[in-house]
Nanobody, 124 residues
Framework: QVQLVESGGGLVQAGGSLRISCAASGRIFSIYRMCWFRQAPGKERDFVAAIRWSDGSTYYADSVKGRFTISRDNAKNTVYLQMNSLQPEDTAVYYC?????????????????WGQGTRVTVSS
């Protein structure tokens, strides 16, 4: 099993920045890729960004490309999401997820482990 714990969410004004973190523990060696999803009230859970654990290769949703950066610190078993130029439409609960298989997928059902989520609110 793998445990994921997110932190760092909060309230920020439009145009501001925020960094959220996801600490992994347990059978980390089984993880191939980690990613961030987000879910706004009344909406589906959407893919945001993914990172390959071994070499840091990244992939982004078009909606956040150029504004968000996903990174990882292997020594700390932690993945980060740096969010810049935040807008009210970025308001959501952000979830960290991990996948064992090497194929990149952007649907929630493709991920094996999930954190509890951290709330990000962007005020206008």
């Amino acid at each position: 099993q793998v445990q994921l714990v997110e932190s760092g969410g909060g309230l920020v004004q439009a145009g501001g920045s925020l960094r959220i973190s996801c600490a992994a523990s347990g059978r980390i060696f089984s993880i191939y890729r980690m990613c961030w999803f987000r879910q706004a009230p009344g909406k589906e859970r959407d893919f945001v960004a993914a990172i390959r654990w071994s070499d840091g290769s990244t992939y982004y949703a078009d909606s956040v490309k150029g504004r968000f950066t996903i990174s990882r610190d292997n020594a700390k078993n932690t993945v980060y999401l740096q969010m810049n130029s935040l807008q009210p439409e970025d308001t959501a609960v952000y979830y960290c997820a991990a996948r064992r298989d090497m194929v990149l997928v952007t649907t929630p059902r493709g991920y094996d482990y999930w954190g509890q989520g951290t709330r990000v609110t962007v005020s206008s």
